[in-house]
């Protein structure tokens, strides 16, 4: 099925917190349509407080049960907010959720060492679930934060080669280095999205991130209703994802 | 493909004596001995050639034209003698041998003027630099010397790069590789070749404003296949686009160690053929021409 892995949806109140516009379910479905896709899974936007992700992930939940045959969510959390922030992604995957993303540990405060990041992780691998995390680029990025380049992720996947990660925007340019054998052989848990961001990657980056990892490692993904170059039509999503979704 | 009209951006050629006296210079040079040490638990090895051995491999392999990388080494004087021995052997096999400056530039002034005795010796660049083998990071004042010297002469400079990211080996570059955006972005005339493919970098030019500031910078494959599947070539083509890349080895260095042991061009040259899947076009500009274009125009820029 053609399947949008990457899209928001920001309840009104959190707008102003977020870089992407507030959309309702039924406007997001049938902008995400409109570049054919036949399903979208919503992803968290990474609040910092515990509290915004809370009413992120409610919505992202009324979505998903609402348009049950178009939505699929992801949930956010605040990995500071400890024992609860654990909690919060323990109750949303109860109540349906796929997986737990986007966190982005720039925008958020944390770092890939973090006990209760890493808690996380472990939630994610004892579920059979998904981790989102989003990635800086190594070269040319935009915005502020410590970012979290390939380099750190590739240390957190060999660390944790049971966790299944999503590396959204092109992973930072790691996809790259799976040209490398030694690094090739280490992503087989992970994925990686074509969403573009703010600085905006031009049409043929999913060619080329094909040509480097394989055509079942890259799944489709828009970002909207976030500012969109040229994101092109939506393709199929890879037999082994239906499970995960 | 054309075979005969090949150039080899990136080799490296000894004075004779450096061999046969190892253990005296690895004493003088750490970063020599690393990358240059024989290693029982290692096939890759830096195997060593005579320029008359270098033109008999290149003959069997259809390359018509190399170029000597100068050499990193951490003493100027050493970085001299190999400059002199270099051009003496671009004068002895006119039209097969061209020649990039060793030097260091924690040097400073020295470094700068050896450049111009390069340049006026008949160079075509200055290179390789290894940052991290000789220490310095790549905004160190003496580089900035270095790099405008070369942006005013026209004279590439060839880098030296390693990844962020893959299995440690000898001489691995720990430089981040974001220095070189900024190198770019600061000597937007100068022409840089980031050699080893870049440490990645082609990448980073599916952003468009990396691409920009990238339009004078060359990617070469030297030593490819100990780091990367044949498929990167046909990627770094399509990410930097046929005319900013260039064919490398690294020769005499290993590069496929399991198949053929020292003095070889050829084995690469054979892989990229039947497996990067190259076009026509594609093949003339990475294995040659871009190369020839660059050393057609190198040294003629103004003097102080």
Not at chain 1, 44 to 70: K, S
């Amino acid at each position: 099925m053609k399947t949008d892995i990457h899209v928001h949806l920001i309840p009104p109140a959190l707008s102003p917190g977020a870089d992407v516009p507030a959309l309702g379910p039924e406007a997001l479905e049938t902008l995400c349509r409109s570049g054919g896709a036949e399903r979208a899974v919503i992803q968290g936007w990474p609040f910092r407080r515990l509290e915004d992700c809370q009413v992120q992930n409610r919505a992202i939940l009324q979505a998903i049960r609402t348009r049950p045959d178009f939505f699929r969510g992801f949930c956010t959390t605040a990995p500071g907010a400890g024992a609860a922030a654990l909690e919060e992604a323990a109750a949303c995957l109860d109540a349906g959720c796929s997986g737990i993303g986007e966190l982005d540990p720039a925008r958020q405060g944390f770092s890939l060492e973090d006990p209760d990041f890493l808690k996380l992780c472990a939630l994610c691998e004892d579920r059979g679930r998904v981790l989102c995390l989003h990635t800086d680029m190594t070269v040319g990025r935009e915005g502020g934060g410590r970012a979290v380049l390939p380099a750190d992720c590739l240390r957190l996947i060999e660390a944790r080669p049971g966790l299944r990660l999503l590396l959204p925007h092109y992973g930072g340019g790691l996809p790259f280095y799976a040209l490398m054998p030694e690094v090739a052989r280490k992503l087989k848990n992970v994925w990686f999205d074509a969403a573009p961001e703010g600085c905006i990657l031009p049409p043929q980056a999913s060619d080329c991130a094909r040509l480097c990892l394989g055509a079942d490692r890259l799944l489709f993904g828009s970002h909207l209703p976030g500012p969109v170059f040229d994101a092109g039509p939506c393709w199929e999503l890879p037999e082994e994802w239906e499970g995960i979704l | 493909m054309n075979r005969g009209r090949i150039v080899d951006c990136h080799t490296h050629m000894f004075p004779a004596d450096i061999p046969a006296r190892w253990d005296w210079y690895a004493a003088r040079d750490s970063c020599f001995a690393e990358l240059t040490r024989e290693s029982p638990r290692s096939r890759v090895r830096e195997a060593w050639a005579t320029p008359e051995e270098a033109l008999r491999a290149a003959d069997r392999a259809g390359v018509e034209r190399i170029v000597m990388q100068g050499w990193y080494w951490r003493d100027m004087d050493l970085c001299r003698r190999h400059n002199d021995y270099m051009e003496g052997v671009v004068r002895a096999y006119p039209g097969r041998f061209a020649a990039y400056a060793s030097i260091n530039p924690v040097f400073g002034e020295a470094a700068v003027r050896e450049v111009e005795r390069c340049r006026d010796m008949g160079f075509s660049g200055v290179g390789e630099l290894g940052p991290g083998g000789n220490g310095y990071p790549l905004d160190h004042p003496g580089l900035l010397e270095v790099l405008e010297t070369a942006a005013r002469l026209c004279l590439p400079v060839c880098f030296h790069v390693g990844e962020p990211v893959g299995h440690a080996y000898p001489g691995k570059d720990r430089t981040p590789i974001e220095g070189f955006y900024d190198i770019a972005r600061r000597f937007p005339d100068l022409r840089l070749i980031l050699a080893h493919m870049g440490g990645g970098l082609p990448f980073y030019e599916l952003l468009p404003h990396v691409r920009q500031a990238f339009r004078n910078v060359w990617y070469d494959l030297a030593a490819n296949p100990l780091l990367y599947d044949i498929r990167a070539v046909k990627a770094a083509v399509r990410l930097a686009g046929p005319e900013r890349v260039l064919f490398g080895t690294d020769f005499p260095l290993t590069v496929y160690p399991r198949r053929r042991q020292g003095q070889d061009f050829s084995l690469f040259i054979e892989d990229i053929e039947e497996h990067a899947g190259l076009t026509e076009a594609e093949w003339e500009l990475v294995m040659g021409a871009n190369m020839r274009r660059l050393l057609e125009s190198a040294g003629k820029g103004q003097n102080r």
